[in-house]
């Protein structure tokens, strides 16, 4: 089963009575796991992480964060915290305008009726009382009212449970709803459009059982995937949904809903972050990554030219990178992607075309220029343009969909490559090569949008619901 992407996250990190100190160990916390994980793979994601005893702190570390490309929740902790009450509601107030997932995850402040218990186990099994507690609290001071495209996720606390706080909060609001005149609809109403459920932890039930449950939620829309991993007790992603449940219900709770990115308002950001992510992967993985094949072709048999060429070369994709960061702020990823495209062309057509009569240092000069136009244009578009180009409710759908054909491209490149280098030779090899960013630049002229110039969540509200089916790796 394969996990596109993954949501960072931790929690007991806020658990001080010191307001101030919690603030600061969220902060530091966020800027931690920005700066040192999510570069390590596109396939992170991350969490804010806040501090519930300080909302105005809270609300000023969500501003900071929250349009973030790679953030998709703010991350509460489960506790002594009635988040329903109007104490709480600058976090929510702050989450809602950066159109953000609250997650709402268990912590070491969790207690049952009866208080912390004497054994980790009873504190382990207890937990679900403090998701009931928090999701009451939140439905009967309004939350849902008051803020209408905010969405939930609870984490880690199961969801066997769930039937029965459906069934009872329904029947108590027939009856008391006058005590709460705000809350205009059903609690389970409220609960089943605008909560969702990890699988993890799934208790060890069966199929048949977790049927009985769907049947008795009247529905099977409320779980997102999660493994906890790497807790000792995390879910494997191969055991955690039963085997025998039907194919349709296991696709909908451990796949994300691709069909999402292709509808008419998202189909051309689709097809141009495909095209770009899949041509700069082919490129890259055909050209760059053979550097020192082709350093040895160029410079001849002399291995030390060979690899001071190929280190030489790598110097002018730092160079293109380093272009890329300071003026696709300013110009937008389309037009960078078709500078570097452009470029690239160039430079293959002119190596492919002369190369044999070319002295060494213009046919150096040649793979210089298409190792520029790469960093500057397609590679370093490639890297940013998925996630640049959805809304934070179907981005991680977005990114996960365009980075799994970005492997595909790379294997192409990697694998292609040496064959065709080795049936035609290196110079008709790399005219062929221009086929590939000729495609890119074809693509990007056609499709005429742009992530940094264009306001990507203009459509949030429609597609809100998408945002907590999100297939995460880690709760």
Request: charged letters at 15%; hydrophobic letters at 45%; aromatic letters at 12%.
């Amino acid at each position: 089963m394969p996990t596109e992407f993954a949501v960072l996250g931790t929690n007991g990190i806020m658990d001080t009575t010191h307001i101030e100190f919690a603030t600061a160990l969220t902060t530091a916390y966020n800027n931690w796991v920005i700066e040192h994980w999510l570069e390590r793979d596109p396939r992170l994601l991350t969490s804010i992480h806040v501090a519930p005893q300080d909302p105005q702190g809270a609300a000023r570390e969500i501003e900071r964060l929250g349009d973030h490309p790679r953030v998709v929740q703010v991350l509460l902790p489960l506790g002594q915290w009635a988040y329903g009450e109007p104490f709480y509601h600058p976090i929510f107030a702050a989450a809602a305008r950066h159109h953000l997932v609250i997650g709402l995850h268990h912590s070491t402040a969790v207690t049952s009726a009866l208080g912390q218990g004497r054994y980790y186990i009873e504190w382990h099994a207890n937990v679900p009382q403090t998701a009931m507690a928090t999701l009451t609290s939140l439905v009967c001071n309004g939350v849902f009212e008051k803020f209408p495209s905010l969405h939930f996720a609870v984490l880690e606390s199961g969801w066997s449970w769930l039937p029965h706080l459906l069934w009872r909060f329904d029947q108590n609001y027939r009856s008391l709803h006058q005590e709460i005149p705000w809350v205009k609809q059903l609690p389970s109403t409220s609960l089943r459009e605008r909560v969702k459920f990890s699988t993890q932890p799934t208790e060890d039930f069966s199929a048949q059982n977790w049927l009985r449950l769907i049947d008795m939620l009247e529905t099977d829309r409320l779980f997102i995937f999660a493994t906890d991993y790497p807790h000792w007790d995390f879910d494997s992603p191969d055991a955690s949904i039963p085997h025998r449940l039907p194919s349709d219900l296991k696709q909908h709770v451990v796949f994300r809903d691709i069909a999402k990115i292709f509808a008419p308002r998202y189909r051309q950001r689709t097809l141009l972050a495909v095209a770009i992510s899949m041509t700069q992967s082919m490129e890259y993985y055909a050209l760059n990554f053979y550097l020192p094949t082709i350093s040895l072709l160029i410079f001849g048999k002399q291995f030390i030219l060979a690899i001071i060429g190929s280190a030489f070369f790598n110097l002018f994709g730092i160079l293109g990178g380093s272009l890329n960061t300071v003026f696709l702020p300013r110009w937008g990823v389309r037009r960078v992607a078709i500078i570097g495209y452009i470029g690239g062309i160039v430079a293959l057509l002119f190596i492919g075309g002369f190369g044999k009569t070319l002295p060494v240092a213009l046919a150096g000069a040649g793979i210089a220029l298409f190792i520029i136009s790469h960093g500057f244009g397609p590679g370093g578009a490639g890297m940013t343009i998925s996630a640049l180009s959805f809304p934070t409710a179907i981005r991680g759908i977005g990114t996960g969909f365009t980075q799994s054909l970005l492997r595909v491209g790379s294997t192409m490149g990697f694998y292609f490559f040496p064959l065709l280098l080795a049936a035609v030779g290196l110079y008709p090899t790399l005219l062929l090569l221009a086929i590939v960013p000729l495609i890119g630049l074809v693509v990007t002229l056609i499709i005429k949008w742009d992530p940094v110039l264009q306001n990507v969540n203009v459509d949030e509200e429609e597609t809100q619901p998408v945002r907590e089916e999100v297939n995460t790796g880690i709760a």
